[in-house]
């Protein structure tokens, strides 16, 4: 994946999303996630390191290394790993497509919000696989904008997801993947496929959820993709402005929001 098929960008504001996003669904999308002592594990695609770090705490005596194309998240993810005295990963610039390693040298894998952003994912998991010992184990966590539902509804707010969803696949992602992850890891020739649904819902009574996905993850998201659907006239500014106005109304005391996200397991 080019830096340039990133839908989000590399800007600070993204980086910060990132990590409101990870903070936010730690429990919900890893409390499951945990590897042995000694098991070589490989992160593909680690970003900024917001996923890295919770990863690296829930399995400390693990072996991990974690891989991202772009050179500047290896560096955030560097400063980030010093910061919490992480010393059990191992950070290095490199592509999926294009993996630096040998046949076979990894116990497990993990990915978390990689293959929406990539136009062959198939092709990806294929090399993923090859890197990954018989009997391994691969962890897939992605997303699927359209199991967005909230109220108040609002056809304009509707419209603003769709927009950052058609950006999304102008550059060849697609935003929808996670109702896809057991055909794919089959066709990727994956064994014993099993995909659970994480289901996030945010009303007043859950603030911290309201405040960390509803507002500063997915809100923010379709909001960073403003300039984006408008060069694409996909939507004209007023409307576009409208449409974050009415998903942000969400986040009211008398709002609420609700998404899923989709676990995948397999093994080669």
Not at 94 to 107: C, H, T, Y
Request: proline share 4%; with cysteine; hydrophobic share 40%.
């Amino acid at each position: 994946m080019r830096d340039d098929k990133y839908v989000h960008g590399y800007s600070q504001w993204e980086s910060e999303r990132l990590h409101d996003q990870a903070g936010t669904l730690a429990e919900l999308l890893h409390h499951d996630t945990r590897y042995a002592a000694g098991r070589m594990v490989l992160e593909a695609g680690c970003g900024v390191g917001a996923q890295t770090i919770i990863l690296a705490s829930h399995s400390p005596e693990a072996e991990i290394t974690s891989v991202d194309i772009n050179a500047s998240s290896i560096a955030d993810a560097s400063r980030l790993l010093l910061e919490h005295g992480v010393g059990n990963v191992t950070l290095l610039e490199a592509d999926i497509f294009a993996l630096p390693f040998e046949a076979e040298s990894f116990d497990d894998i993990f990915i978390c919000f990689l293959l929406e952003h990539l136009a062959e994912p198939v092709e990806a998991l294929g090399h993923l696989k090859d890197v990954l010992k018989p009997g391994g184990t691969l962890t897939v966590i992605e997303g699927d904008h359209g199991s967005a539902f909230f109220h108040p509804d609002s056809e304009y707010a509707r419209a603003a997801i769709q927009c950052l969803i058609e950006v999304q696949a102008s550059l060849g992602g697609d935003s929808l993947i996670g109702r896809r992850l057991f055909p794919l890891l089959q066709q990727a020739g994956f064994k014993d496929v099993t995909v659970s649904p994480r289901f996030v819902y945010a009303d007043a009574s859950r603030p911290e959820m309201v405040d960390g996905f509803t507002r500063k993850t997915f809100n923010a998201m379709v909001e960073g993709a403003r300039d984006q659907a408008i060069a694409a006239a996909l939507a004209t500014p007023d409307d576009f402005d409208r449409g974050v106005r009415d998903l942000y109304r969400a986040a009211d005391p008398d709002g609420t929001f609700c998404y899923t996200f989709f676990k995948a397991f397999a093994r080669k």
